[in-house]
């Protein structure tokens, strides 16, 4: 039976998360024969590969286990892709799970779909408790195309599944021996896609709260440079790719940019100005000069949109910045981020 959806799962050393990550995979038998879950273990030194094959055993029909040496994320995805024969693919980090009953209803309607992009809602979790929700309110029980996507749409590799065969035609690969390419999965891709379904219930829980993860505060702070490293490697993505070929997709992919720029200038102008040089950010600032389309950009982006700051653009005309600006700024978004808290908190409760 051919395959409709494959999952990729990079493991590294996930002993003590992989087993949960796999059981939220267990659907009903019809729709375990559609479903391929590729769990990539990169060289893991703990009990990751044995967890992971006890589960190929068993369900042979759909989990396959591929072990190779470390090469990190982005070599798993690629290898991942090499190894995919579902219509459909999408990832699954392995400290992450999937709603099993939203899933096995989503495998069996995106089994009749024939679309470029599949988007689904997904919950932010902590210790299994709800503290984000994703949800995206688009037309759905619909084909829609691409063109109505909303370009400023928070748009996380949680949400997103492509029709495999628009990656492979591409030659898709992602950035090898990093972190943070998950930024790389929703922005070249989307070049390509002309149509996309959505499916309105929950099927990613995305777990933070983990020590060590990458969006860990010391852990962003010591390894921003691969942040930055990305960013460049998403901006001769589009000069080269984008830009000559008059891409109908570029608004959205503008504000990818835009995203991933705001990350990096906000991380030493604002949220770790005590702990990252600005030297460092006005390297960062000279290099992206050398793509003048997107360094235009820089001056657009806001602070927050009911405080549409250009503090970017505030930086480049004192260059040195304001100190006092920026910690108003810092401060601000901490309340923000506490008002935020403490709504999704009230929600969950309601």
């Given at each position: ?71 990190h994320y982005g070599s798993c995805i690629n290898r ?10 999408r990832i699954l980090d392995s400290d992450d799970s ?14 009749n779909i024939n679309v470029d992009l599949i988007m ?231």
């Amino acid at each position: 039976m051919n395959k409709i959806l494959s999952i990729i799962i990079p493991t590294y050393n996930m002993e003590k998360y992989l087993r949960k990550c796999l059981d939220s995979l267990i659907v009903s038998d019809e729709n375990m024969q559609l479903l391929e879950v590729l769990v990539i273990n990169d060289g893991s030194k703990d009990s990751s590969s044995l967890i992971a094959h006890e589960y190929e055993e068993k369900y042979p029909q759909t989990f396959r286990v591929v072990d190779k040496e470390n090469g990190h994320y982005g070599s798993c995805i690629n290898r991942g892709l090499k190894e995919a024969t579902g219509k459909y693919v999408r990832i699954l980090d392995s400290d992450d799970s999937y709603d099993t009953k939203n899933l096995s209803a989503y495998i069996t309607k995106i089994a009749n779909i024939n679309v470029d992009l599949i988007m689904s809602d997904f919950d932010v979790v902590n210790n299994d408790t709800v503290v984000k929700k994703y949800r995206y309110n688009l037309p759905h029980e619909i084909l829609t195309d691409f063109s109505e996507m909303p370009p400023t749409i928070p748009m996380w590799m949680h949400a997103v599944a492509y029709r495999t065969e628009i990656l492979k035609t591409m030659n898709y690969r992602q950035t090898e021996g990093i972190s943070y390419t998950d930024q790389e999965w929703i922005f070249l891709p989307m070049s390509k896609v002309k149509s996309f379904w959505y499916f309105p219930h929950v099927v990613y829980k995305y777990s933070t709260g983990r020590e060590g993860q990458t969006i860990d505060k010391e852990v962003f702070v010591k390894n921003i440079g691969q942040e930055v490293k990305g960013l460049f490697v998403m901006a001769e993505e589009y000069m080269q790719q984008i830009i000559p070929y008059s891409n109908p997709n570029i608004k959205y992919l503008q504000e990818r940019l835009k995203y991933r720029m705001k990350a990096i200038y906000m991380s030493y102008l604002v949220r770790y100005s005590d702990k990252l040089p600005v030297s460092e950010l006005q390297s960062v600032d000279t290099n992206l000069k050398e793509y003048p389309e997107i360094y235009k950009m820089t001056d657009e982006m806001i602070f927050h949109p009911k405080f549409p700051v250009r503090y970017v653009e505030f930086w480049h005309k004192r260059y040195i910045g304001n100190k006092l600006l920026f910690l108003i700024l810092r401060y601000l978004e901490q309340f923000i981020e506490f008002k935020e808290r403490i709504k999704a908190q009230k929600n969950e409760k309601q």
